[in-house]
């Protein structure tokens, strides 16, 4: 019928797919990258879940939370909805997983689908408020809805086998924390290609056009009602998984440590990886989830402790409150750099790192001016009100 | 109230009783979380911001205020007054500093992001905190020790009947101050129109650091208050005691109306100690909550702005 | 059977009658022009038509279904495409993907084969992305492609937005004020393009603009409205020396229209500064403007002080025909024939 359809006909490799991409295909160009892709593999898929100073269960750890922090980038990166209940879907996932399997004697693998769709219907009901409420309102209430699971739901009897805590025993091929771990990266591997395909596709672009302008989105033919259930879906279903994981990884859910103060890490974590920047939301996510194991067991200890006697002048007690509140004043001060001074998060620190290691030149001006670099690092400091 | 009680005719006792306990409680606690409400629609109303500090600006505030009145750390031991007005000077302190360092460098940025970077003042105050007082609770300055009304069943203690007090002076003071006054109704021109109210000449960053200056004030007026009522601090007592319901008084009340903050906190409280007396544990657990939650779902639903705001 | 027909439509918001009995019509093929002073209610029409607001009473009729209560996102994909007076974009999106983004309800896949990456998304996805590069190629927007659209000039931004409108694949187009923030020689070249759009794409369009050599150039029926009521309707050349229409619109703001094409430079630095205002606004890194206003010459400041009297003055005042020089009959009248 038109000019236009025509011409959509016609090859793909006419059409603007000239090599944009800057990637460069060159046999000696690939050695050192190689070189770092084999180094990052033996450290990762090697030394740290071989390592006998507990190393893996932390790892494993760092990709739950990993899992959690690409879940709310769906919803406050992506769509623009601030989430401050996802300890909600995530708590709920844990023991959903626990009740089925100790309870219900629910075969093992299931327990993640039951988990899923469960994490998914609390966050359809958030989802569904959230078409009324929005803004600082809706952070509110999703905030006070996680608080009311935490000492309702959470406390209920026979969910929580009356407050004793629900076991969820590992079946015996992931008892080991290195198998575990490699389970669990499985699951982030999933969940990355899910946010990677949710922002190749038409719903990726759906969700960033509501966030930004309804208006404008309903005009393009988006169903925004329609969307942004849809972000708060996934958003629960992989919160709620990734509480499933939770659950085998400590072996017992108790409501203790699903509270307000999760609520916040999982904000903060994704905030300061970077909103809207995958590889950020991974990498702020596994920090914050070994942050205190590696202040306790690495080299980074000495550092601490030499930092911690400076600061307490050799009162004993002075050095033994700074090292129980190192963890908490990192973080919290990581956060505010990240908000004040670099609204693109570690995800843009190491975004240049990332891209040579895959192909690309290395980019000094995008590691020294994030502001220029791609809508994703923009939308780091522009969560919707 | 009290007085309501005194005279209670002796048979009417197993009734009122039933009645009257939630209500007193339910009244002071509700007036602990007005008081902390208040802080925080003093923000809202004059720039959007929720935050997320206010509670911990007031623990810390009490930390800094026990620290005097016990002569730990830098302090020497100093009479009770001048403990509070040590933990006042620090609220204070503390909001010009947020303002400062936080706040400004934000003032393009979307407000959720601001919301953000509160919560972020927040846990960088209990790791403070923790650093200077541990996280053992630490006995708060009391105003008085004295109990106001004791009977076989129902205690009201001196801090308790004072923070009802305080906090209706203040809710009256306060909106006195947002009508009357050249300085609050420069505080809500900033808010509505930026620019124009640079126009005419007004700052905008000394009304910001005036606002927050004050809001600093309220939060260790409530703080030191408040942890005079339960009797410890630690780092994040009140934010972990008080934050949330808070929040959902000043939402209760109206955002943007300063009196709502103690309609809404009384309201609050009531509705918890009603629930927790009347629905047993065993059949809802954290029955206080919950119907906390479908109160506020309720009233944002219905009516978004709040019990006394006003529809915009 | 027209496409687009508005029976009897009105919306009150509180106390103000935005719309009252509109009647329109828009018929295949054709472009329809709907102008009226400012605030006559042109855009209420337009947030009507496509279903942004509910009106009170009336019904919007698309090829002869009843489409008053669809919402917008329904209509979008049934073929109306639309834009707004002050673009209607995802500002931190790239140019290709607001085009991508403009062809949702077209996407050929469904949300779940999306996620999961199934062969038919990926073919469909290389088609989207060839499709929105023709329209840039159309539009002569290449060199934007890969560049927020933030940034852009506004005349660019009115220009992909008018590429996002074609992308949704529209029957009919929704164009409000497409020329603003367009200079003289911008907004003439944008009447050619409209024209051979419609050729290109047999496409209908309702255009609400202020700009009066381009209506009376590409518009095959205009409709006036004022006061949210129908004032007139008529071939450009009819509406044009009609009394009331002359008295109620043409009296008061076409001139305005026409001496915009010689702003003068107070003019222009007004703009400037206002402009700067309310990006400040926005912005407050962006230095407020300095207000130091020049002292307009004698016969902008009367001009203006007549501007600021009909918009305060009463509706009688308004309506009231206004003394002034024959307006020169503009050259570009007669090619609307060949349209």
């Known amino acids: 019928m038109s000019v236009v359809e025509e011409r959509a006909d016609a090859p793909a490799a006419e059409q603007g797919q000239a090599p944009r991409t800057g990637r460069q295909f060159g046999p000696i160009r690939w050695v050192p990258r190689l070189m770092v892709m084999g180094a990052l593999a033996y450290v990762f898929l090697y030394r740290i879940p071989q390592d006998d100073g507990g190393a893996a269960a932390i790892a494993a750890d760092a990709c739950i939370y990993a899992i959690v922090g690409i879940s709310l980038n769906i919803l406050i990166g992506h769509t623009g909805q601030l989430s401050l209940g996802h300890n909600g879907f995530f708590g709920i996932g844990a023991f959903a997983a626990a009740y089925s399997l100790t309870v219900r004697d629910v075969p093992f693998a299931l327990t993640f689908v039951i988990a899923g769709l469960v994490g998914a219907l609390f966050a359809l009901v958030m989802g569904l408020v959230a078409l009324r409420i929005t803004g600082l309102y809706l952070a509110l209430i999703t905030l006070v809805f996680a608080l009311t699971l935490e000492e309702s739901l959470f406390e209920v009897e026979w969910l929580t086998n009356a407050g004793g805590g629900q076991p969820a025993d590992r079946p015996e091929w992931l008892i080991d924390d290195a198998n575990f771990f490699y389970f669990c990266l499985a699951f982030l591997v999933v969940a990355v290609y899910i946010d990677y395909r949710l922002l190749a596709s038409k719903t990726g672009r759906a969700l960033l056009a509501l966030k930004e302008n309804e208006r404008v989105a309903e005009a393009f033919g988006i169903n925004v009602t329609a969307f942004k259930l849809i972000a708060f879906v996934l958003s629960g279903t992989l919160a709620g998984v990734a509480g499933a994981l939770l659950a085998y990884r400590i072996g017992l859910v108790t409501a203790s440590g699903l509270g307000f103060n999760l609520a916040l890490t999982f904000v903060l974590m994704t905030v300061v990886g970077g909103l809207g920047s995958r590889l950020g939301v991974v990498l702020g996510a596994s920090l914050f989830a070994s942050l205190s194991f590696l202040l306790e067991e690495t080299w980074m200890h000495s550092v601490q402790e030499f930092l911690v006697g400076l600061a307490s002048f050799g009162s004993e007690g002075a050095k033994a409150n700074l090292e129980q509140y190192a963890v908490g004043f990192l973080g919290a001060l990581g956060l505010l750099l990240t908000i004040v001074q670099f609204p693109g998060g570690i995800g843009q620190q190491f975004r240049a790192f990332f891209d040579w290691t895959f192909g690309k030149p290395f980019d000094v001006h995008a590691l020294l001016h994030p502001q220029d670099d791609g809508p994703g690092a923009v939308e780091g400091s522009s969560v919707r009100a | 109230m009290s007085a309501v009680l005194l005279t209670a005719p002796q048979q009417m006792q197993p009734l009122a009783l039933e009645f009257v306990v939630p209500v007193v409680s339910g009244l002071i606690q509700g007036s602990v979380y007005g008081l902390l409400g208040l802080g925080l629609v003093l923000l809202y109303k004059s720039g959007r911001i929720f935050n997320f500090a206010q509670a911990e600006i007031g623990t810390f505030s009490a930390l800094f205020a026990a620290f005097a009145d016990q002569g730990t750390g830098p302090f020497p031991d100093l009479p009770v007054p001048v403990a509070i007005l040590i933990g006042l000077l620090t609220g204070v302190g503390l909001g010009l500093l947020v303002e400062r360092v936080v706040i400004r460098p934000l003032f393009s940025a979307p407000k959720v992001t601001v919301v953000v970077a509160t919560a972020g003042v927040l846990l960088l105050l209990v790791a403070l905190g923790g650093f200077l007082s541990g996280p053992e609770p630490r006995s708060a300055v009391q105003i008085f020790e004295g109990d106001f009304l004791e009977t076989s069943s129902l205690r009201v203690t001196d801090t308790g009947a004072l923070v009802v007090v305080v906090l209706a002076v203040l809710a009256v003071l306060s909106a006195l101050f947002f009508s009357r006054t050249r300085t609050g109704t420069a505080i809500i021109a900033v808010s509505q129109e930026p620019t124009a109210t640079r126009l005419v000449g007004i700052s905008v960053e000394r009304t910001s650091a005036l606002t927050w200056g004050i809001a600093g004030l309220l939060g260790a007026i409530a703080g030191i208050l408040l942890s005079g009522t339960v009797g410890v601090v630690f780092p994040g007592s009140l934010t972990f005691i008080a934050l949330v319901p808070a929040f959902t008084a000043a939402v209760l009340g109206g955002v943007t109306a300063l009196p709502g903050a103690f309609v809404g906190g009384v309201v609050v409280g009531m509705i918890e100690s009603f629930a927790q007396t009347n629905i047993p544990k065993d059949v809802l657990p954290g029955s206080g909550k919950v119907v906390l939650f479908v109160a506020l779902l309720a009233v944002l639903l219905l009516r978004p702005a709040g019990l006394l705001g006003k529809e915009t | ?339």
Request: charge should be negative.
């Open chain 3, 1 to 339: 059977m027209s496409v687009l027909e508005v029976r009897d439509l009105a919306i009150r918001f509180g106390g103000l009658q935005a719309l009252q009995g509109l009647n329109l019509e828009v018929n295949e093929y054709e472009i329809v022009g709907l102008i009226g002073p400012n605030g006559a209610g042109k855009t209420t029409a337009f947030n009507c038509i496509t279903g942004f607001y509910q009106p009170n009473t009336g019904s919007v009729s698309y090829r002869g279904r009843d489409v008053t209560k669809a919402p917008p996102h329904v209509k979008a994909a049934m073929g109306f495409g639309r834009t707004f007076q002050n673009v209607g974009m995802v500002k931190s999106a790239t140019a290709i993907d607001n085009l991508k983004t403009a062809q949702h309800a077209k996407a050929g896949y469904d949300v779940l084969s999306g996620l999961v990456g199934t062969s038919l998304t990926s073919r469909r996805e290389r088609e989207l992305t060839a499709k929105a590069d023709a329209i840039l190629d159309l539009l002569g927007l290449q060199h934007i492609r890969d560049k927020r659209v933030g940034g852009q000039s506004y005349g660019t931004l009115k220009l992909l937005e008018l590429g996002c409108a074609l992308a949704t694949d529209p029957d009919i187009l929704l164009l409000d004020e497409p020329t603003s923030g367009m200079g003289p020689d911008e907004s003439d070249e944008l009447g050619d393009r409209l024209l051979t759009l419609r050729r290109e794409f047999a496409l209908t369009m309702l255009v609400i603009e202020h700009h009066v050599p381009l209506v009376l150039r590409v518009c095959d029926h205009v409709y006036v409205l004022n006061f949210g009521r129908l004032l007139a309707e008529g071939k450009p050349s009819v509406i044009q020396t009609h009394p009331e229409v002359v008295a109620a619109y043409l009296g008061g703001e076409a001139p305005e229209a026409l001496e915009q094409t010689q702003e003068t430079e107070e003019d222009a630095e007004l703009d400037r500064l206002t402009g700067q205002a309310a990006q400040h606004h926005d912005n407050p890194s962006i230095a407020a403007p300095e207000l130091v206003e020049p002292e307009p010459s004698g016969p902008a400041r009367r001009r203006r002080a007549a501007a600021a009297s009909a918009a305060a003055g009463s509706a009688e005042e308004r309506l009231r025909p206004k003394k002034r020089a024959p307006r020169k009959r503009p050259a570009t009248t007669e090619e609307d024939e060949s349209a």
